[in-house]
């Protein structure tokens, strides 16, 4: 028996709490980073939102006070906090196998993330799941989210249409850039944006765990 076609050629997958059980630990390094300089310690929420931008839009919405100029001072003191656990970040259980079923299945796979070359090639090192991925875009290579050029450069690379892409975020800032490059997006929950949030931007499902993110692909991807 034939198998059935694919609905998607490329599947793009965000990192920081879509793949990387990390969204926790991102928000206690940017509130410690604020406490670190004296400034206002963001809500947990505020830290939250900006799981996904790029480096300058998150610490212009974490510390509005500070000067741009003081940037790396916060970045710096961020960045030490993140690294104290960053090895230690798992996957969530069950993307290694989700991974394998899309690629043996004939999906492409991507990720489309905030974290810079260097974070994200050692996340894959330190995971080993870097030979799943045909390409991978990060925010200091280009536009942040959710500026569409992340998803545009992939699709460039990997000579897919938008029409036969989806990218799956757990920010709204994910579903944000699929919709501004033209691709269908699947929010999911377990990360940093809640339901609510995910459910008003565009989307083809929201989803709330890897197995259900699983069961949606084999169905509809």
Request: charged share 20%.
């Amino acid at each position: 028996m034939d198998e059935p076609s694919l609905r998607y050629s490329l599947i793009v997958f965000d990192w920081d709490g879509t793949l990387s059980d990390s969204a926790a630990i991102i928000v206690r390094a940017l509130r410690a980073a604020c406490a670190d300089l004296g400034l206002p310690v963001p809500s947990e929420a505020d830290a939250r939102y900006v799981i996904g931008l790029g480096l300058h839009d998150s610490l212009r919405h974490v510390a509005p006070t500070l000067h741009v100029d003081d940037y790396p001072k916060l970045s710096g003191r961020y960045r030490a906090h993140y690294m104290d656990r960053d090895a230690a970040i798992p996957l969530f259980g069950g993307v290694p196998e989700m991974l394998e079923s899309l690629r043996r299945r004939g999906h492409s796979l991507g990720v489309a993330t905030g974290k810079s070359r260097r974070g994200l090639d050692e996340a894959l090192a330190v995971a080993g799941i870097a030979d799943r991925f045909v390409a991978t875009r990060c925010a200091d290579e280009g536009q942040p989210k959710p500026h569409p050029d992340m998803l545009l450069h992939l699709l460039e690379l990997t000579g897919v249409a938008p029409g036969s892409a989806l990218m799956i975020g757990d920010t709204t800032h994910d579903l944000q850039l699929a919709a501004n490059a033209g691709v269908d997006a699947v929010g999911v929950t377990y990360g940093a944006h809640p339901h609510d949030a995910l459910s008003g931007e565009p989307h083809r499902a929201i989803v709330h765990s890897i197995d259900e993110l699983s069961a949606w692909l084999r169905t509809n991807g």
